[in-house]
């Protein structure tokens, strides 16, 4: 999943700046503690010193910002001109999908109570564009195993897009506390070929 793989790329790559950060912070520390007290003719070295920690640790942060801001472009960037649009409501305590797109006018939902746990359907290989938002308080839509987390805000609208590129099925679940049932706000997300996409859209069975 490009999602599963901008997420690894930019951790991996914040990890062993983090790490490297501070290792040399730590040596430098020991290097204090454990240094002879400066002669006076060393003391004019000592802000050309401490100005190329802070333009190194400027260089580092900045480099980050920009990395990350680009790789997350990358994430949302999409060449369709047309996505899929899937609109998600979180409410205590379980989901609605709604398909405003689809000629059944299809629409998902559940009381996240035993097995009634809602299905988010999408065709695999094409761009959705989610749209989230909450009937009541803050909730949060997760999905693990995609390393995805979107908050969803009473009043308000989060939009991404996401691209499934193989078939499969997910839990998800709410990330965000938000009273009392919480715990089992989970829902699944299932990406079907776009054939049954497509008849599952047009109010047939067997996609969900």
């Known amino acids: 999943m490009r999602q599963r793989h901008v997420f690894g790329t930019v951790f991996t790559l914040e990890s062993i700046v983090a790490g490297g950060v501070f290792l ?3 040596g430098v520390l020991a290097w204090a503690l454990v240094r002879r007290r400066t002669e006076a003719s060393d003391q004019p070295e000592r802000p ?4 190329f920690y802070v333009g190194a ?3 580092f942060a ?3 910002v920009a990395w990350t801001a680009w790789q997350n472009h990358e994430e949302q960037h999409t060449a369709d001109p047309g996505p899929l649009r899937v609109d998600i409501t979180g409410f205590q305590w379980c989901w609605t999908f709604g398909y405003p797109q689809s000629p059944a006018h299809r629409s998902v939902s559940g009381t996240c109570k035993g097995k009634d746990v809602p299905t988010l359907v999408v065709p695999a290989g094409r761009t959705v564009q989610f749209r989230v938002t909450s009937r009541d308080v803050i909730h949060s839509f997760w999905v693990p195993d995609l390393r995805y987390k979107m908050d969803a805000f009473p009043h308000h609208r989060n939009t991404f897009t996401l691209t ?4 499969g099925r997910w839990r998800g679940r709410c990330a965000e506390f938000c009273g009392q049932r919480h715990y089992a706000m989970d829902f699944w997300i299932k990406a079907v ?7 599952w859209a047009h109010g047939g069975t067997g996609a969900a």
């Open 24 to 26: 040399v912070i730590l």
């Open 48 to 51: 050309r010193l401490e100005a």
């Open 57 to 59: 640790l400027a260089a």
């Open 62 to 64: 900045v480099f980050l």
């Open 164 to 167: 499934l590129d193989r078939e």
């Open 193 to 199: 070929p776009p054939r049954d996409y497509n008849r």
